[in-house]
C-alpha cells in the first residue's frame, strides 16, 4: 500500500466550479509536491513546499492555489479552470526539508474539466 | 536549457531483454532517477544513478556516463507485469528539482 493517499482519485468539474484536490503522506517526509501529469507530455512541476512552507512556484496561473496546512497533508485548490487543465495531477512527498531525494508519489487525480 | 529525451514507446516480447535509453542536457546535473508508471497508478522508483557505471537490482539495472549525457534502463526477463511507462528524470545540481522526459511505454507481447 502506498505511503501517499489521493482524493477524489477522479474527478469532473465545470468551468464555474471550484473543487479541491487532497493528499496525505504517511511517511514522515518534510517535503511535498504537485506535479501535472498531461498525455504526451513530460511530468511539470507545480508546487514544493518543504517543512511547510512553499519554496517553489513554477509559474502557475493563480486558478491553482496550493495548502500546506502541516508536513503530512497538502491540498490544490480548483478555481474557474480551463479543458486544457484536464489532465492527471499527482502529489508527491521526499525526506529532508530542501534536499529533493527520491520521491514517494501517490496515485493521482484524474482531473476533467468541461 | 535543460531536455530530456527518451522514445515514446517501445515493444518487446515476453522473456526477451529491452533497454530504454535516455538522453540528457542540463546546466548542472546532481543524479538520474527511473520511475515505472503502470496506467492509473503512481510512478514508482526503480533505480539512482549519480555515478558512471552500472547499477543492478535484480533483473532491472541501470547505466550512466555523465560525459554522454546518457542513460538507459535494461530490463531483462521480460514479464507481461512490466508492460508499462518509464520515465527518467534528472535532478539539476543547481534547483535540486527533478525534471522528467516524457517517458517510454513499453508493451511486452506473449
Known amino acids: 500500500e502506498t505511503g501517499v493517499t489521493q482524493t477524489p482519485r477522479h474527478l469532473v468539474m465545470g468551468m464555474t466550479n471550484k473543487k479541491s484536490l487532497k493528499c496525505e503522506q504517511h511517511l514522515g517526509h518534510n517535503a511535498m509536491y504537485w506535479y501535472k501529469q498531461s498525455a504526451k507530455k513530460p511530468l511539470e512541476l507545480m508546487f514544493v513546499?518543504?517543512?511547510?512552507?512553499?519554496?517553489e512556484n513554477n509559474s502557475v496561473p493563480s486558478r491553482f492555489s496550493p495548502e500546506c496546512p502541516n508536513s503530512s497533508h497538502l491540498f490544490l485548490h480548483l478555481h474557474t479552470l480551463q479543458p486544457e487543465d484536464s489532465a492527471l495531477y499527482l502529489c508527491?512527498?521526499?525526506?529532508?526539508?530542501?534536499?529533493?531525494?527520491?520521491?514517494?508519489f501517490g496515485p493521482g487525480t484524474r482531473l476533467t474539466v468541461l | 536549457g535543460q531536455n530530456i529525451d527518451q522514445p515514446t514507446e517501445m515493444t518487446a516480447t515476453e522473456g526477451a531483454i529491452v533497454q530504454i535509453n535516455c538522453t540528457y542536457q542540463?546546466?548542472?546535473?546532481?543524479?538520474l532517477f527511473w520511475y515505472q508508471q503502470h496506467a492509473g497508478e503512481a510512478p514508482t522508483f526503480l533505480s539512482y544513478?549519480?555515478?558512471?557505471g552500472l547499477e543492478e537490482k535484480g533483473r532491472f539495472s541501470s547505466f550512466l556516463s555523465r560525459s554522454k549525457g546518457y542513460s538507459y534502463l535494461l530490463l531483462k526477463e521480460l514479464q507481461m507485469k512490466d508492460s508499462a511507462s518509464y520515465l527518467c528524470a534528472v535532478r539539476d545540481r543547481n534547483t535540486d528539482k527533478l525534471i522528467f522526459g516524457t517517458g517510454t511505454r513499453l508493451q511486452v507481447f506473449p
Open positions: 513546499y518543504s517543512l511547510e512552507e512553499r519554496v
Open positions: 542540463t546546466s548542472g546535473f546532481n543524479g
Open positions: 544513478n549519480v555515478l558512471d
Open positions: 508527491a512527498s521526499s525526506p529532508g526539508g530542501q534536499s529533493y531525494n527520491e520521491q514517494f
